[in-house]
């Protein structure tokens, strides 16, 4: 199983490193088929914060049918993450993994530019849900059936509403991609 771990401008690093360890953990210590290619729009993404990042590929370069899935940090819009978040190369590239009904997993305000790509139109989801919800109405404007709990999943996306649910987003991709017995063994392992 190939993962594209997508690193747009602006991304947290918390959410992005939650997809790195667990499937780190899951391929190095118990030899599951899962890896992670990372990738952005230039070989070095800037992250929230201001860290760089040097990624393995970049858009130009992907193509969907090697992936099994797609992973999506969410990031701050004061640190450019709407500027590629809602570029139409980017949101074209979300359409064609669930047209392949391939998995889409987001953390916060990443399902932002999936409820943008109109995918999740008239779908479940989620969005950061504090700051009296404002992100959640701008995923409620793109026709999304706006659901605040933690972890939502809806046909082959999952998003979640904050930070704090990365490692939950990471544990429910690798459970879709291998078993919810694997999971656990590595959600255990991790002391989760």
């Not at 602006?10 to 790195?20: D, K, L, P, Q």
């Not at 193509?63 to 099994?68: K, L, N, Q």
């Not at 790509?117 to 989801?125: E, I, M, N, Q, T």
Request: proline content about 4%; charged content about 20%; hydrophobic content about 45%.
């Amino acid at each position: 199983m190939k993962i594209l771990l997508f690193m747009l401008k602006g991304f947290e690093t918390m959410e992005c490193s939650a997809f790195v360890d667990v499937m780190g953990w899951a391929r190095n210590d118990y030899h599951y088929d899962v890896s992670i290619v990372t990738c952005g729009f230039q070989k070095r993404v800037v992250s929230t914060f201001h860290i760089p990042v040097l990624v393995d590929t970049t858009i130009d370069q992907i193509r969907v049918d090697e992936y099994d899935a797609l992973a999506i940090p969410g990031g701050f819009e004061e640190f450019g993450f709407y500027e590629e978040a809602y570029d139409e190369q980017f949101l074209d590239l979300v359409r064609k993994f669930d047209t392949q009904g391939k998995w889409i997993a987001t953390v916060c305000v990443a399902a932002l530019p999936v409820g943008k790509s109109g995918v999740l139109a008239g779908r479940k989801a989620t969005t950061y849900h504090l700051n009296n919800a404002y992100r959640q109405q701008q995923l409620k404007a793109f026709g999304v059936d706006v659901v605040n709990e933690p972890i939502v999943i809806d046909k082959n996306i999952i998003t979640s509403y904050c930070p704090q649910t990365a490692p939950g987003v990471a544990f429910t991709l690798l459970e879709r991609l291998t078993s919810p017995e694997q999971m656990e063994i590595v959600k255990q392992a991790m002391g989760f």
